[in-house]
Structures are given as structure tokens and as C-alpha cells.
């Protein structure tokens, strides 16, 4: 019907096909792949962040982490730092797929997001179950490093300090001052120089019977914050006719009644429904992001269905003949 090197007229359907072949893969999936973008960038700059954590408490050990172990505070140091880069490399990995529209690169990224959200959720399971054995060994480890270290070594002592003069908290436990009687504190500055090996009694009117750091701190009126000025040292460590020498009788208005585990569970109290409203917004954006890289791998196999489909079409001779 054509002569040999005639045009060959197409059908008015692959005319269409035709036109479309250049906007597919690139069109279609515009909103995953802008969300998906933002939430891969998200996780970008949550890995930054995490990875910053670590190192800070990697290089700044202190107070806090001199008191709960140093073990503990390195656990916490290497888990950000992995988890960091973890997440940064998730997100760098996502943002790649969502902009190159690279089905690879969009199928690793809701692998590792799915085990990710897997193990974020067991781990907040676990923290549940688990809550009463974490917050006793806290306790423990903290009085550990009150009646061993406290008084002995220089960075726990300074920890200790700091902690008790901040948070207006004097030992481990609400009313624990005895916690300090017999420690190497006590030992040591109650130490009869009579009897070398010794130390005075508690009756003496001499024995101090908690540190200055547990004395109640004066406020300062410009910063609202304790000021390290207490209010009467003498009967904050020598009153003895109630605490903290005794866990009754007369009230003391000099010492810190309060413990520091529980002062500092009311710090991180305050802060609860702000990390829990972060949590639950982490959660998700997972959730979000597993979402739309399915959604992406979905339409990306679609349009390379229609693109096989298309190029099996181009050209055809009419009556459905080819070349």
C-alpha cells in the first residue's frame, strides 16, 4: 500500500502516546515526590542533629553523666552518633530516590524506614515494660557514686555539687540525707583526728551531717535562678534535733528536703509533652515516608508499564502490521 521509504502514517492513539512519553516519570508521581523529598530531608537534618548530641556528650561527660556512670552516658554518646548517621544516610539515600526517581535507591529507603519504625516502636514498648528495672538501677548506680566517689574524686564531687545546689535536692531519694552517713564524704571530713581510721560521733556537735551543696540555695531575684548563697550552713549541717539528722522531729528550713532523682524527673517532667508531641510527630513522618516511597515505587512501575506499552506501539503500520 506505501511505497519503501514512504512515511508511514500513526493512529491518532499513539499520536497521544507519543506526547505523553516525555512527561512520564517525571509528572505523574509531582506530589510523593515532593513530600517525599521533604520528609527524606527531614531525616537528613534529624541525623545532623543526633550525630551533634553524641559528640557533645562524648566530649563533655559531666555532672549528669559522672552521676548515672560513665558507661552509660558512652552508650548514649556512640547510640546517637550511629543512629545519626544512620538516619542521615536514610535521608541523603530518600532525597537521591525522590529526585532521580531511582526505584533502587526509593526501595532501600522504605526497607530501612519500615525496620526503623519496627525497632522504634518495640523499643518504646520494651522502655514501658521495662520502666521500674531502669529507674531502680538509676538509683542504685546514683547512690553507687554518692557513697563511693562523692568526696573522693574531683569531677563526681563537682558533679554532685553542682546538681544538688541547681535543682534544690540534697542525696538520692526525698529525706535521704543518711544516705551520706557512713560514705567516703563522711569518713573523711568527719574523721576523729584523735582515733586515726575513725570518725567523730554523731552526737558531736561538730559532725556534719550532709554537705553544703544540700543546704537550701537563696534564689536570686535577677535570674530566678539558685544563686549558691545558702540560707544558714551552720543548721542546714549541724541542726540536731530533726533532718538531717534525724528523719523526724523538728522542721528545718535550712536543708534540702527534696532528692535529686526525683528533682530531676520533675526537670524532665517539665519537658515530657514537648518530647512526646516530637516523638508522635517522628512517628509520623515515618509513617508519612513509608507511604510515599511506596507510592513512588507504585507509579514509577505503572509508567514503565505504559513506556514498554508505548514503544510496542510507535511506528505501527496500520491494520496493526509493522516495519
Not at 568526696?151 to 529525706?175: F, M, P, Y
Not at 532523682?261 to 516523638?279: P, T
Request: hydrophobic share 45%; aromatic share 12%; charged share 15%.
Amino acid at each position: 500500500m506505501y511505497s519503501e521509504g514512504t512515511p508511514q502514517p500513526m493512529y491518532e492513539e499513539d499520536v497521544q502516546q507519543k506526547k505523553l512519553k516525555p512527561i512520564l516519570l517525571r509528572n505523574r508521581p509531582l506530589y510523593a515526590k515532593m513530600i517525599m523529598f521533604l520528609v527524606a530531608m527531614f531525616a537528613f537534618c534529624l541525623g545532623g542533629s543526633l550525630v551533634a548530641i553524641g559528640v557533645y556528650i562524648q566530649l563533655d561527660r559531666g555532672f549528669i553523666s559522672e552521676i548515672i556512670g560513665s558507661v552509660v552516658a558512652l552508650a548514649a554518646a556512640y547510640l546517637c552518633i550511629v543512629a545519626g548517621f544512620l538516619i542521615a544516610f536514610v535521608g541523603l539515600l530518600g532525597a537521591y530516590g525522590a529526585h532521580k526517581l531511582n526505584k533502587a535507591c526509593l526501595i532501600a529507603f522504605l526497607v530501612i524506614m519500615l525496620v526503623l519504625t519496627l525497632v522504634t516502636f518495640v523499643g518504646s514498648l520494651l522502655a514501658v515494660i521495662f520502666r521500674a528495672t531502669v529507674i531502680q538501677t538509676a538509683k542504685d548506680t546514683m547512690s553507687y557514686s554518692l557513697t563511693i566517689h562523692y568526696g573522693k574524686t574531683r569531677l563526681i564531687t563537682e558533679s554532685w555539687d553542682a546538681i544538688q545546689t541547681h535543682l534544690r535536692c540534697c542525696a538520692v531519694d526525698s529525706n535521704g540525707w543518711q544516705l551520706y552517713i557512713g560514705s567516703q564524704w563522711d569518713l573523711m571530713v568527719n574523721a576523729d583526728a584523735r582515733n586515726l581510721g575513725s570518725r567523730i560521733p554523731q552526737w558531736s556537735p561538730l559532725y556534719k551531717f550532709v554537705p553544703e551543696s544540700c543546704c537550701l540555695s537563696l534564689i536570686d531575684p535577677r535570674t530566678l535562678w539558685p544563686s549558691g548563697k545558702v540560707r544558714n550552713k551552720e543548721q542546714c549541717q549541724y541542726f540536731p534535733y530533726g533532718p538531717p539528722n534525724k528523719l523526724s522531729g523538728a522542721f528545718n528550713d535550712a536543708v534540702n528536703y527534696k532528692g535529686c532523682f526525683q528533682a530531676g524527673a520533675e526537670v524532665m517532667g517539665f519537658y515530657s509533652n514537648f518530647l512526646g508531641y516530637i516523638g508522635f510527630s517522628l512517628f509520623i513522618i515515618m509513617i508519612i515516608g513509608i507511604i510515599s516511597s511506596l507510592a513512588l515505587i507504585v507509579t514509577i512501575n505503572k509508567d514503565m508499564k505504559m513506556v514498554r506499552k508505548q514503544a510496542g506501539k510507535d511506528y505501527r503500520m496500520p491494520g496493526g502490521g509493522g516495519y
